[in-house]
């Protein structure tokens, strides 16, 4: 190990302390990550500082700034401590075990519905491992919120993230037996405009969008929902009173269909299915517990219930 001339304090822990104090956003935030205390991260800046012969970090009561020089030493150690990781996974052998703490972020009913199967998988085969299951469906500040990996349902927005393609999800109409009764039977695809809807925001608000399984014709119409959602649990609740028709994930209803509590509307006509994607940041160096995940992930995936491989 590498050792300054004073101190004998190890320059490696030095840089990423400093990194996790750039990344948390603040000295008391590094201290809680890093399972410390505030004085003693505070001590490691200094050493650090002291050994750079530079000012790294501005600070105040209520903020922190970095300098030119902590830019520039951030994107550096940034590197080093990359590329130190990748020689001790090289020196370890590929065979060795992934340990520590992996921080998934993961869509809520997806998240805790569906991929549960997978992470258990995960944990059991790798027992050094533990997880931390992070469920919310907004795109997290991987680096500020410290997230190894991202399970994304729909459309990538960021092209400066790596995105793997895992899974499609079908995704069906379905309306509750009360509300249909009060209709003419749905037999053409027109007459669904004259059902009350409800959205689910994340995917559809004013406007539905249909395919023909065989024909692959399409057509669309508008709609004024009686409410709009960004939960597949809350669509799927409020179709079962009546409130309205809806589009949701197949998989979120399969058992509703099946005791009859909602009836699958048009079954040759469906919504353009939902891509499954595992996203992460692009780095020069990936950690064996983010690549087994990986590894795993993309094998289980379509195999679960209510997803399959990709078509196109």
């Given at each position: ?9 190890d ?7 400093f990194i ?7 000295l008391?935030?590094?201290a809680q990550?890093?399972q ?14 002291r050994?750079?012969g530079a000012?790294?970090i501005?600070r ?5 700034k ?14 080093l ?5 990748a020689?001790e996974?090289d020196?370890?052998?590929?065979g060795?075990?992934?340990?520590g ?7 809520h ?17 790798y ?7 992070m ?12 997230i ?21 999800v079908?995704?069906i ?9 009060g ?19 994340t995917?559809y608000?004013?406007?539905?969008t249909?395919s ?15 409410l ?12 079962e ?16 269909i ?8 048009l079954?040759?006509w469906?919504?353009k ?13 990936y ?12 094998t ?13």
């Amino acid at each position: 190990m590498s050792k300054t001339s004073s101190g004998g304090i190890d320059r490696i822990d030095l840089m990423r302390t400093f990194i996790r104090i750039v990344e948390s956003g603040s000295l008391s935030a590094a201290a809680q990550q890093m399972q410390t205390s505030q004085p003693t991260v505070s001590r490691r800046l200094q050493a650090l500082e002291r050994m750079l012969g530079a000012k790294l970090i501005l600070r105040t009561t209520h903020a922190m700034k970095l300098t030119d020089d902590g830019q520039r030493c951030y994107r550096h150690a940034k590197l080093l401590i990359e590329q130190w990781s990748a020689l001790e996974d090289d020196l370890r052998g590929d065979g060795e075990e992934p340990e520590g703490i992996l921080r998934v972020r993961a869509p809520h009913a997806f998240g805790q519905d569906q991929l549960i199967a997978p992470l258990t998988e995960y944990l059991q085969r790798y027992g050094n491992m533990s997880v931390d299951w992070m469920l919310n469906d907004h795109t997290p500040d991987f680096i500020a919120e410290h997230i190894d990996c991202m399970i994304q349902v729909g459309e990538i927005t960021d092209p400066s993230m790596v995105a793997v393609l895992l899974a499609e999800v079908p995704r069906i109409v379905v309306a509750s037996p009360s509300l249909l009764a009060g209709y003419s039977p749905i037999k053409q695809i027109d007459s669904l405009a004259r059902l009350p809807w409800i959205a689910v925001s994340t995917f559809y608000r004013n406007e539905v969008t249909l395919s023909h399984g065989e024909s692959g014709r399409s057509a669309s119409f508008e709609i004024k929902p009686k409410l709009s959602t960004d939960s597949l649990y809350a669509a799927r609740k409020a179709a079962e009173t009546g409130l309205g028709a809806a589009i949701v994930s197949a998989w979120v209803v399969s058992e509703n269909i099946v005791d009859g509590t909602l009836v699958h509307i048009l079954p040759d006509w469906h919504a353009k299915p939902l891509p499954v994607y595992l996203v992460y940041p692009y780095a020069s160096y990936y950690p064996a517990r983010l690549l087994k995940f990986l590894e795993l992930i993309r094998t289980v995936m379509p195999e679960l219930s209510g997803t399959r491989r990709p078509r196109n």
